[in-house]
């Protein structure tokens, strides 16, 4: 069992799916959550006319598939291929995975390899997705389009990472940035680590 001692216990359990998927059918283009210590008027999205923007908790970013409801609110905006809502799925998903996991939670490394190993992960993660102090953290996600190309920005609130190693020696083992990382590259057209590891975009052709 997890020995850390943390905040209390959050005693909430995020906001369900079709809340969601109602905030986001058009003509809604922004969600931005309200969670025990978070009012829901806070943020503000970047975005001009052509945009989406969800403010999430790291407790409803980890529960619900926000890559699979991203690409269809999409798909409803503008025609995407198979293949490459496939993909923006695919590299949405490994973004917000990093943002959640390996920013927010603070869970740089796989703890071993094994059974043992995703046991020992699933543990910590249940630990701290019970605390306050990092499931009401956020994970913001804002995708902007226009005629030529989609770009999707994921921004969390942990501490950052140095990109460097992980691009000089393309580890597998590096981490969970340096797993995703990989994937998303495979699936965009375009990536841009910003912001001292704490924001990944991502582009799409269109």
């Known amino acids: 069992m997890m020995q850390e001692s943390k905040s209390s216990v959050l005693d909430w359990d995020g906001t369900p799916e079709p809340v969601l998927d109602a905030a986001l059918s058009p003509p809604q283009c922004v969600f931005i959550e309200a969670s025990p210590s978070h009012g829901s008027g806070a943020d503000e999205p970047r975005h001009g006319a052509h945009g989406l923007y969800l403010s999430l ?104 990472y140095d990109v460097r190693p992980i691009e000089a020696e393309g580890d597998p083992q590096c981490g969970f940035s340096g797993r995703g990382l990989m994937i998303v590259r495979a699936m965009a057209d375009r990536t841009e680590v910003r912001e001292g590891g704490r924001c990944l975009c991502l582009a799409f052709s269109r």
């Not at 999409?74 to 799925?89: I, N, S, T, V, W």
């Open 57 to 160: 908790t790291t407790l409803t970013a980890y529960r619900q598939n926000i890559a699979a409801l991203l690409v269809a609110k999409l798909g409803e905006r503008f025609p995407l291929a198979e293949h490459q809502r496939e993909c923006m799925e695919t590299a949405i998903y490994e973004a917000i995975t990093n943002a959640v996991l390996h920013g927010n939670l603070g869970i740089s490394k796989h703890p071993g390899g094994g059974l043992e190993g995703l046991d020992e992960l699933g543990e910590l993660v249940a630990y701290r997705l019970a605390q306050g102090e990092f499931a009401l953290k956020r994970v913001r996600i804002e995708a902007r389009w226009n005629e030529t190309e989609i770009e999707i920005a994921i921004r969390d609130e942990g501490a950052g």
